[in-house]
Each structure stands twice: as C-alpha cells, then as structure tokens.
C-alpha cells in the first residue's frame, strides 16, 4: 500500500527554528544589540563632546581659542596615525577564537550513555545493571557541574557550596564528603571535580557486564575523552589572554577617543580658505565610537563566557539537558517501535518532496508532507 500525500498548510515560525533565522532588520534588534552595550557610553561621550565645543566656541577669550585651535590641528595630525584597527582587530579575533573553542570543548554525555546502552546484561540482572549505568551517568554530569562551577559565576552563584550541590540529587551525603568542600580557587592541585569519573571507570571495571563487553575498552576511552575535555575548558581559565595585551588594546582605544575629543572639534572661520562645513552634532566620529567602542564590547562580552551576559553560554540548560538525555538513553525502559515494512517499500526511486515543477507524481515517486495535529482535528484550515 502507497503512503497517503498529505500536504500541510502551517505556517512555521521562525522562533521554531534553530539558530540565527530572523528576518527583521539587524540594526532593529535590541538583546545583545550594540545599542545595548554602548548607549550611555556614547551618550556621556557627545555630551562631553559638547560641552568641550561650546567652552571652545563660547567661553574662551579669543587668544586662548587660537591656541586652543592649534592644539586641535596638532591632535588630529598625530591621532591620525594610530594603529588602533590593526591592534583591535587582531584583539577581537583572538577574543572571538577563544570563545568558540570553548564551547566545542565542553563535552556530551550522550556518547557515553549509548556505549553503556549497548551492553547485553545477564537475565534477572537488569535492575541492578541499571542503577550502575545511571549511577556512572549521574557521575559524568556531576563531574561537569563541579568543573564547571570553577569557571562560571552564575553556577558559583547558584552552588555557593557543596550542600547546594547536594540538593540537587547529583550527590550524596557521604560522596560530598569523599570529594571535600571544593572551595579552592588554586590553580592546580585545589579541586577534586575528576574524582566522579573515577569513580565510574572503577564501577565499569567492577561490573562483569560491561567488563565483559565488546564495548568495555571504548567505555573507557569515552570517559578519559570526557575527562580531557573538562580539563580542556578549565585550561582556559587557568591561562588567560595575557593582561598586557588586553591593557595595551584598551589603552589604545581609550587614548584614540581621547585626543578625538579635541581632535574632532570644528575650527570657527578667520580668514579666507578656512571656510569648512561644520556640523552640530558629530555624526562621523560617534559612527567610529560605534564601530571602534562596538568591536572592544564584543571582545569584552566574549572574554569570559562563562559569565551572566546575554551572550554567555546557558550551562544550566546544558546541565539539565544532559541529565535528562543521558538518563533517558540508559533506561531500558521503553521498547523500541514495532519492526515493519516502510513507506517506501519497493519504490526504486523514492522522494521525500515534490520538485514545484512537478504537476503530477509518477507511480514510483511517493511525496512525503508534514501534517499537523490541528489540521487532523480541522481539516479546513
């Protein structure tokens, strides 16, 4: 029997989509916007801006506005030379590289799971296979959380101590105490956070089923992986972007506009061929504050993303996520579906959608829509 076509009529949002997928105007938005990092910065520096043109233009004898004038020329011939695009740039690339190989190194339970999934366990021991694999799970994220917590001000926040720790079902009393108080902020040496995983290569060596398993070696090869990626992303924090560069890119931004304040002012007419065009609010130079001041707040945001800006990562979605999946996926509870022939049972050439161009389907070509549960209530829509 060929499959019914069904064609949907929904209209899918783009909040249902994954990733960047919006269509309204970039410089509209405003979470995590430019216009959010950098409006009172930029407001304080017009004003100062202003106020620095209006004494130039207005309370200054005329004697002092000839110096005054000379030492904006002299400003805007050396300010000009700056290398402040090689200098940020090379800043924020450096800032930006970091941030994403932070996130890739953070490591997925779910391998792990699968692996312990797979192991075939002896008749009337399923119950107890089972607690040792969510039991080696609970330790893979508790492992995560304790790094982690090293790193990240919002879970150090949320788990000021171990007892808080405790309360959220990942830890045991008498585990707590075998791990310590994990208060430490010392470099190497003050943690325990790995001590979990090893307690869980110690319980898959113990335990005959996955020791005895096809997948036993790749089990452990899994959680020492898992092991060096948590080392990984505290490394990051361990070594930081060396202070002085960060010092020596902030300088040069800060001093830049600095000397614009003086640089950019409109020089008052005093002989013939110093006509300009002058212009009250200074549009060019606050579109380089926006650029310039923009790049620096995204290496700022960036820097640390572990911590409680917008951008930062949801490491307490990721925590809950992993709890969740890896425990579902080592719970042999649900039977998989029944075994029966597909949709496409000899077909030879199968399609998943229809081409536009087509007007009609062949016999060998089955169109594959999705439907909606409203619409089976309502077909009308």
């Known amino acids: 029997m060929k499959p019914i076509i069904v064609k949907s009529r929904q209209k899918v949002s783009e909040d249902q989509i994954l990733g960047e997928t919006r269509t309204d105007p970039i410089l509209s938005r405003w979470r995590s916007s430019i216009w959010k990092l950098l409006w009172k910065d930029l407001l304080l520096y017009t004003i100062v801006y202003l106020v620095i043109g209006l004494v130039y233009r207005f309370a200054l004898p ?83 959380l304790l790094c982690l917590r090293r790193l990240s001000l919002k879970l150090r926040k949320k788990f000021p101590t171990m007892r808080n720790v405790i309360t959220t079902g990942l830890l045991t009393e008498a585990e707590a105490k075998r791990i310590g108080e994990e208060d430490s902020v010392r470099q190497h040496g003050g943690s325990n956070w790995w001590i979990p995983l090893l307690w869980s290569t110690e319980i898959a060596e113990n335990d005959t089923n996955i020791s005895s398993a096809p997948v036993y070696g790749y089990v452990q090869m899994q959680l020492a992986g898992y092991r060096q990626k948590l080392t990984d992303v505290l490394n990051y924090g361990h070594v930081p972007i060396p202070l002085v560069y960060s010092q020596v890119v902030h300088l040069a931004v800060y001093f830049y506009f600095g000397v614009s304040l003086i640089s950019e002012q409109w ?115």
């Open 267 to 381: 020089i008052i007419w005093r002989k013939e061929g110093d006509e300009i065009l002058y212009l009250y609010y200074p549009l060019f130079m606050t579109m380089k504050f926006l650029f310039y001041f923009g790049w620096l707040r995204v290496a700022e945001t960036l820097y640390n993303p572990f911590g409680e800006d917008d951008d930062d990562f949801a490491l307490e979605e990721l925590i809950d996520r992993h709890v969740k999946v890896a425990m579902r996926i080592v719970d042999k509870i649900e039977d998989p579906p029944l075994l029966q022939k597909d949709a496409f049972w000899d077909i030879p050439n199968p399609k998943l959608m229809a081409d536009k161009d087509d007007d009609h389907n062949d016999d060998d070509d089955v169109t594959i829509e999705l439907i909606t549960s409203q619409e089976k209530r309502d077909p009308r829509k």
């Open 62 to 144: 005329e004697e002092y506005q000839i110096h005054m004038e000379s030492l904006i020329k002299y400003c805007h011939t050396q300010n000009a030379g700056l290398p402040l695009t090689f200098l940020l740039g090379f800043y924020v690339s450096l800032v930006v590289s970091r941030w994403w190989n932070q996130y890739c190194s953070l490591p997925w339970p779910d391998t792990i799971a699968t692996c312990l999934r797979a192991v075939k366990v002896k008749e009337g021991e399923e119950e107890e296979a089972r607690i040792t694999r969510r039991t080696i799970m609970r330790y893979c994220v508790l492992a995560y």
